[in-house]
């Protein structure tokens, strides 16, 4: 195989070095490169187009599931065990089922928005400027602080559900991520 050769390009009307090399390709590369991307590009584009006509069983099964109270994409199911999904396209809003496979479209509180792993509306912010940093697999392993996003003296309190609270040190301590507790500097 021909290796391409490199080198850099002058441009003639200001006399400029460009310092990126350009690549002489054979022109077998040169076609063989245009049928991998042409081929590359055909493959994304039956992916995206067949995206949409997954059915909700489909998505189910790559764990991509959302839905919509629509008749074609409801991911309800009568005797279903999961009862909440993501609303399709939409953070602040979710599905709920119920055991029967009725469907209904909810709305989060404002501030909130569904987080799918905590089923749950949670809090997008923590306090002030902070954002939510609660993440259920912290939270099942018992972990339920974060250290503040700039100020030493506060720190983020999770709950079982996702939710975050500011909470400040007593007067004269600093948050100390390693001892999970507020402590003398």
Known sequence: PQVPSLKSTTHKAEGIINPHPTHKLSNKTNMMMKNITALLLLAISFTIGNAASLTTDDKRKLGTTCGTCDAGNNPCQAGGTQLYFPLCGARRRYVQCDESGGCFEKRCAKGTRWNQDFQACVHKKCGGECRNRCKSKDVAAGDFYRP????ETKYQQCDASG?????????GTVWSDAAETCVEP
């Open 163 to 171: 939710g975050c609270f500011e909470r400040h040190c007593a007067p």
């Open 148 to 151: 503040h996003c700039s100020d």
